[in-house]
């Protein structure tokens, strides 16, 4: 990033924010202002990494990634399958079962292939139907006792595999190569497409992983969720800070009780995690937005014609960036559950996981690595007080109207969409006004 006066005020304006926040602004949920500025800093960064990975596929290469939420939530998985200990008795109750089912899914997307490049048209016709119908029912027979005894091993607790009790930081990179590889399985489908076919493509894709992790309870417990994840080295719990006598003679130093002074720092280590990892993603993202790879991705995306005229392989080009872009994807949603301690895939909706990232990345710069950080810091902060604000002005605006009055009654209820209404107009704001972002590609 260049540090012309510009794009220091823009960020040094985002840190100010977020210091008024906790500094000046009062609120009545949380158990300070700071506590509060804090949960907005992490997840802000959280969100920065999230609009790399949807600036990689659309800045570098012109991607329309739809799908972005089934990338989230895949990524989420990993800290369930690495961190949670494993359910007793659950592997040896169907995990054989769910090897030799999945094993006869690939063995027929496998032979359906096979036929389809060896046989000839009239074989393929009737063979192909024939296999893929096959498979699928031999697959059903095999999964689904399989799964039904995982899920009757300890319902009420658990009803899942479990995990295998390892470092949840090692889930990270684990989020990242799961997500790699469900890109890489639909870019090896869809990427051949039209852009419009691509984004209908992803968008269908991102809803059935969603809708695979809510209804296979065996893999994550579905909607009823997965709490009590471990916390990443070196984040404490806050009540072994709290009985901690030398922490909590150090915090009376500092003029803070023991329950707010372990908070706040819970969530500063946690800051000081996720800056780690999105400093090195920047610092990588840069080198390779700088280098002939780069480059040649740019070229790609302005007028792939040329490139391809040039011997550079679109395709095979296009399908390379997707993987990495929705890896950096899958690395925030193992983070984003880290930082939560619960897997709740009711939660994940493309409103939030799709549509508002791509904001961020619009809004701060596509194209421009520093710009998708800041649109999506200062996104998430108007996201999570656009309700706030919002409440506020309604209620001045209907302070003159009697209490009880239809008119009333149905402003202050309308106010929770005035998250909706702030991100739209941030949006055509900046297409009409900078259309290029706040720190525009150079």
Request: charged fraction near 10%; include cysteine.
């Amino acid at each position: 990033m260049t540090l012309n006066p510009r794009n220091l005020v823009l960020f040094g304006g985002m840190a100010l924010l977020l210091v008024l926040e906790g500094a000046v602004t009062k609120n009545a949920i949380f158990s300070g202002s700071w506590d509060f500025s804090l949960r907005i800093l992490n997840m802000g960064l959280i969100s920065a990494v999230l609009a790399l990975g949807v600036n990689m596929q659309w800045g570098y290469a012109g991607l329309f990634n739809s799908g972005v939420v089934g990338f989230v939530a895949i990524g989420g998985l990993a800290p369930v399958l690495v961190a949670m200990p494993p359910n007793p008795g659950a592997f040896a109750a169907g995990g054989t079962g769910l090897i030799l089912a999945f094993a006869m899914a690939a063995a027929t997307v496998w032979a359906a292939i096979a036929v389809n490049r060896r046989a000839r048209l009239q074989v393929r016709v009737i063979a192909i139907p024939l296999i893929l119908i096959g498979g699928f029912f031999l697959y059903r027979a095999i999964f689904d006792p399989a799964s039904v005894a995982i899920e009757a091993v300890n319902p009420s607790g658990a009803g899942n595999l479990g995990g295998l009790g390892l470092p949840i930081v090692l889930a990270w990179p684990l989020g990242a190569v799961f997500a790699a590889g469900a890109a890489w399985v639909v870019g090896k489908t869809a990427l051949g497409l039209r852009s419009d076919y691509l984004a209908i493509a992803t968008l269908g894709i991102g809803e059935i992983i969603v809708s695979v992790l809510r209804n296979e309870d065996w893999l994550a417990r579905g909607v009823k969720n997965i709490n009590g994840l471990p916390r990443p080295w070196p984040v404490p719990r806050e009540i072994e800070l709290q009985t901690s006598a030398s922490f909590v003679e150090r915090a009376a130093a500092l003029g803070l009780d023991p329950v707010t002074a372990s908070t706040l720092t819970v969530k500063l280590l946690y800051s000081g995690l996720f800056l780690i990892v999105l400093l090195l993603l920047i610092w990588l993202t840069q080198m390779a937005l700088t280098s002939p790879w780069g480059r040649m991705m740019r070229a790609i995306r302005d007028n792939e014609t040329a490139a391809a005229a040039m011997g550079k392989n679109v395709t095979r080009r296009h399908l390379q960036i997707f993987v990495l872009g929705s890896a950096v994807c899958g690395l925030a949603g193992a983070m984003m559950i880290t930082l939560d301690g619960q897997m709740t895939p009711g939660s994940y909706n493309p409103l939030r996981y799709t549509f508002l990232i791509w904001v961020m990345v619009i809004v701060g710069g596509s194209g421009n690595n520093w710009g998708s950080v800041l649109g999506g810091m200062l996104i998430y902060f108007l996201w999570i007080k656009a309700e706030t604000w919002g409440l506020e002005l309604m209620r001045f605006v209907t302070s003159g109207l009697a209490d009880g009055s239809g008119l009333k009654v149905h402003l202050l209820a309308s106010a929770e969409q005035m998250r909706l209404l702030t991100m739209g107009l941030i949006l055509l704001l900046v297409l009409r006004f900078s259309p290029r972002g706040l720190i525009p590609e150079k």
